[in-house]
């Protein structure tokens, strides 16, 4: 079911990244390009088939999952910018891309890159399930989580709100709650994880899912825009 | 706004006689499959019946005054008041009828009054509250409907207002009771038993003051109105710039 799940979301971000590509080239909107690229990098490599491919012609060091959790940190700095600006949220913008929100980025890219050279992560495993046991492998998973959650939590209330207002047409709305619900579902993941509960595949569930929701906004986005009047 | 579907057959078999519902459908130009369902849902809405009656070569307030809930809307038809039948000119109208005097003032010949536009214009819902509020009108109106007062103005909003909204409306603030729905567009002003004339007439009656101030009123409306859409359409653009 999961592995399923993972392979569709897979192939909804190759989707979307081809997608962008002849917007590339027209230089519209290039950093669009770059986050679906990036979430592509990401979740094809928690797909265990593809995971100890690429880990093993890295070394088998799980320096795999370092790129995923880079690539993710990513896809969030670059997604949360550009939903802030686009939202009109100068507080979201400023939190992601001010001062704060920098230093919590470079906090966590530091704690990450640390925890993982301070574990013993020798043979590929994906999620680093096989280490879950060191409480530095156990930091590492946190702060890779919590970037995301804490990008993730900002969005949440700027695409509600247009989400809840009458103002806007059916499909934007659509957008912003889609957005919504998918920023939520990564915040959610953190708060089940803080819970002392078997949760491993519902976690996993939540984490594809949001990319779902968020993908689907994108694209609703897009054909609110293709279908914008031909005028400005 | 609906009648009751039984009733609704019993006074289509009076007035259609034998004319089959297809038929009737396709001269009102009503959709069989609509109808159908309004029917099996036991609600037939006071727009259809409204066209049928037309269809029918009826008059449309008779026809709701056999329904229960608008017995006394043929009985309560009452002219309109001057500030209802200004309110229901298009703000373009006024000022058109402004510049048209200013021309006549500078000695140039009068330009031939043009037509008014026709009912409802833009804003004509709120117009006409504005006109016939006695003093807390609104809050009356959505007290008495059981209604939120926020769902209330979102229907004024929209330029909307349901047919049992506008004649519960013209009750309360004690004008007659078809006006509402020429404001909203549900009756045309001659079925609403209005004279022909009566809004060119009223607009060459009214003194220069106070068209002045009543266009000045519809214009701050206006700027309020064109200011919300082009945050809306700012705030849309912006989406599509950062995520097209």
């Given at each position: 079911?999961?592995?399923?799940?993972?392979w569709?979301v897979?192939?909804?971000?190759?989707?979307c990244?081809a997608?962008?590509?002849?917007?590339?080239r027209?230089g519209h909107?290039?950093?669009?390009?770059?986050?679906f690229?990036l979430?592509s990098?990401?979740?094809a490599?928690?797909?265990?088939?593809?995971?100890?491919?690429?880990?093993?012609l890295?070394g088998?060091h799980?320096?795999?999952?370092v790129?995923?959790?880079?690539?993710l940190?990513?896809?969030?700095?670059?997604?949360a910018?550009r939903v802030a600006?686009?939202y009109?949220?100068?507080?979201?913008?400023?939190?992601?891309?001010?001062?704060v929100g920098?230093l919590?980025l470079?906090?966590s890219?530091?704690?990450?890159?640390?925890?993982?050279?301070?574990?013993?992560?020798?043979?590929?495993s994906?999620?680093?399930?096989?280490?879950?046991?060191q409480?530095?492998?156990?930091a590492?998973?946190?702060?890779?989580?919590?970037?995301t959650?804490?990008?993730a939590?900002?969005l949440?209330?700027?695409?509600?709100?247009?989400?809840?207002s009458?103002?806007y047409?059916?499909?934007?709305?659509?957008?912003?709650?889609?957005?919504?619900?998918?920023f939520?579902l990564?915040?959610?993941?953190?708060?089940?994880k803080?819970?002392?509960l078997?949760?491993?595949?519902?976690?996993?569930?939540?984490?594809f899912?949001?990319?779902?929701?968020?993908?689907?906004?994108?694209?609703?986005?897009?054909?609110?825009?293709?279908r914008?009047p031909?005028?400005? | 706004?609906?009648?009751?579907?039984?009733?609704?057959q019993?006074w289509l078999?009076?007035?259609?006689g034998?004319?089959?519902?297809?038929?009737v459908c396709?001269?009102?130009?009503i959709?069989?499959?609509?109808?159908?369902?309004?029917?099996?849902r036991?609600?037939?809405?006071?727009a259809?019946v409204a066209?049928?009656?037309r269809?029918?070569?009826?008059?449309v307030?008779?026809?709701?005054?056999t329904?229960p809930?608008f017995?006394?809307l043929?009985?309560g038809?009452?002219?309109?008041t001057?500030a209802?039948?200004?309110?229901q000119?298009?703000?373009?109208?006024?000022?058109?009828e402004?510049l048209n005097?200013?021309?006549?003032?500078e000695g140039?010949?009068?330009?031939?009054p043009?037509l008014?536009?026709?009912?409802?214009h833009r804003?004509s819902?709120?117009?006409?509250?504005?006109?016939?509020?006695v003093?807390?009108?609104?809050?009356?109106?959505?007290?008495?409907?059981d209604?939120?007062?926020?769902?209330?103005?979102?229907?004024?909003?929209a330029?909307?207002?349901?047919?049992e909204?506008?004649?519960a409306?013209?009750?309360?603030a004690?004008?007659?009771l078809?006006?509402?729905l020429?404001a909203?567009?549900?009756?045309?002003p001659?079925?609403?038993g209005w004279?022909p004339?009566?809004r060119?007439?009223?607009?060459?009656?009214t003194?220069?003051s106070?068209l002045?101030?009543?266009?000045?009123?519809?214009?701050?409306?206006?700027?309020r109105?064109?200011r919300?859409?082009e945050?809306d359409?700012a705030?849309v653009q912006s989406?599509?710039?950062?995520?097209?």
């Amino acid at each position: 079911m999961i592995s399923i799940l993972q392979w569709v979301v897979l192939g909804v971000c190759l989707l979307c990244t081809a997608w962008r590509l002849p917007a590339v080239r027209s230089g519209h909107n290039r950093g669009l390009f770059w986050i679906f690229a990036l979430a592509s990098i990401a979740v094809a490599l928690s797909i265990p088939s593809i995971y100890f491919p690429v880990d093993k012609l890295l070394g088998g060091h799980n320096l795999a999952n370092v790129i995923v959790r880079l690539s993710l940190f990513s896809v969030f700095f670059l997604l949360a910018s550009r939903v802030a600006a686009a939202y009109k949220s100068p507080r979201a913008l400023k939190l992601i891309r001010g001062p704060v929100g920098l230093l919590v980025l470079a906090a966590s890219t530091v704690g990450i890159l640390i925890t993982f050279l301070l574990s013993e992560v020798e043979g590929s495993s994906p999620g680093l399930t096989r280490f879950g046991d060191q409480p530095t492998v156990a930091a590492y998973m946190w702060i890779g989580l919590s970037y995301t959650a804490y990008a993730a939590a900002i969005l949440v209330p700027a695409t509600a709100k247009t989400a809840l207002s009458a103002g806007y047409a059916l499909v934007d709305r659509s957008a912003a709650a889609c957005l919504s619900m998918g920023f939520f579902l990564v915040c959610i993941t953190l708060v089940l994880k803080l819970a002392p509960l078997p949760v491993g595949s519902l976690v996993q569930l939540l984490s594809f899912g949001s990319i779902l929701f968020v993908a689907a906004g994108m694209s609703l986005v897009w054909f609110s825009f293709i279908r914008r009047p031909a005028q400005q | 706004m609906t009648v009751p579907a039984k009733l609704f057959q019993q006074w289509l078999r009076t007035v259609a006689g034998d004319t089959s519902q297809a038929a009737v459908c396709r001269s009102a130009g009503i959709k069989r499959s609509t109808l159908a369902q309004q029917l099996v849902r036991g609600r037939v809405s006071v727009a259809t019946v409204a066209a049928v009656s037309r269809a029918l070569n009826l008059p449309v307030v008779a026809s709701l005054s056999t329904f229960p809930l608008f017995t006394d809307l043929a009985t309560g038809i009452k002219a309109p008041t001057q500030a209802e039948l200004l309110s229901q000119i298009s703000d373009y109208d006024l000022l058109q009828e402004i510049l048209n005097r200013q021309t006549q003032v500078e000695g140039a010949l009068a330009p031939k009054p043009a037509l008014l536009t026709s009912v409802p214009h833009r804003s004509s819902v709120r117009a006409w509250l504005d006109a016939v509020d006695v003093g807390e009108l609104r809050q009356r109106v959505a007290r008495d409907a059981d209604m939120a007062p926020q769902n209330f103005s979102a229907q004024i909003s929209a330029n909307r207002l349901s047919a049992e909204l506008a004649v519960a409306t013209a009750r309360i603030a004690n004008v007659g009771l078809t006006n509402g729905l020429v404001a909203t567009g549900f009756l045309s002003p001659t079925e609403a038993g209005w004279a022909p004339d009566a809004r060119e007439l009223a607009l060459r009656q009214t003194a220069n003051s106070a068209l002045a101030s009543l266009a000045a009123q519809r214009l701050e409306i206006l700027g309020r109105l064109m200011r919300r859409n082009e945050d809306d359409r700012a705030a849309v653009q912006s989406i599509w710039e950062n995520l097209g």
